[in-house]
T-cell receptor, first 114, second 116 residues
Framework: AQKITQTQPGMFVQEKEAVTLDCTYD???????LFWYKQPSSGEMIFLIY??????QNATEGRYSLNFQKARKSANLVISASQLGDSAMYFC???????????FGKGTMLLVSP | KAGVTQTPRYLIKTRGQQVTLSCSPI?????VSWYQQTPGQGLQFLFE???????NKGNFPGRFSGRQFSNSRSEMNVSTLELGDSALYLC???????????????FGPGTRLTVL
């Protein structure tokens, strides 16, 4: 069974600052993928970034980067230069490679203030 | 390219009724997954379909069922609705799963079901 833990129910950050959202995981699968999704108040889930368990380098996508520490089983999301539009729920998820099923964490609500 | 579409967007039902939700995946995507999102339980996996076959099923009672058609469109059905079934039901589509692949799942806007 796979499990995702997001310990921060809410985070506040000022515009233009960087913020780190924490995610730890547990899995017995030898190969897996870690995902971050953003969910604005509209409800739609927006894919942000992915990290494969065998990827040597941390993933980056624009202002998003994933700080992957396999030994510690953590996959933190770093958002640089926060923008007001970044205010949303952020979900960390894990999936077994080759399958489409994702297990999500409880999420972190990020509020960006001017 | 059109995104994942879900119909209806909003639905109000009463206890004991049944409901059918529809999901049309992105063109070319053959895998469809369903998730239930509630404030208490968060996002929970319901089922995954690929080529009209259920590949995986979450821990939900038999009142929850689904199917996938030859054009990859999918429906999920909930019978004998309970108050606790009130939730946002999200559908996601992805390309064919395979060993060593990760499959970015593209989510639809969801169907918000309210059970009175």
């Amino acid at each position: 069974a796979q499990k995702i833990t997001q310990t921060q129910p809410g985070m506040f950050v000022q515009e233009k600052e960087a913020v780190t959202l924490d995610c730890t995981y547990d899995t017995s699968d030898p190969s897996y993928g870690l995902f971050w999704y953003k969910q604005p108040s509209s409800g739609e889930m927006i894919f942000l970034i992915y990290q494969g368990s065998y990827d040597q380098q941390n993933a980056t996508e624009g202002r998003y980067s994933l700080n992957f520490q396999k030994a510690r089983k953590s996959a933190n999301l770093v958002i640089s230069a926060s923008q007001l539009g970044d205010s949303a729920m952020y979900f960390c998820a894990i999936g077994e490679l080759g399958y489409s099923t994702l297990t999500f964490g409880k999420g972190t609500m990020l509020l960006v203030s001017p | 390219k059109a995104g994942v579409t879900q119909t209806p967007r909003y639905l109000i039902k009463t206890r004991g009724q049944q409901v059918t939700l529809s999901c049309s995946p992105i063109s070319g995507h053959r895998s469809v997954s369903w998730y239930q999102q509630t404030p208490g339980q968060g996002l929970q996996f319901l089922f995954e379909y690929f080529s009209e076959t259920q590949r995986n099923k979450g821990n939900f009672p038999g009142r929850f069922s689904g199917r996938q058609f030859s054009n990859s469109r999918s429906e999920m059905n909930v019978s004998t609705l309970e108050l606790g079934d009130s939730a946002l039901y999200l559908c996601a589509s992805s390309l064919e799963p395979g060993p060593g692949n990760y499959n970015e799942q593209f989510f639809g806007p969801g169907t918000r079901l309210t059970v009175l």
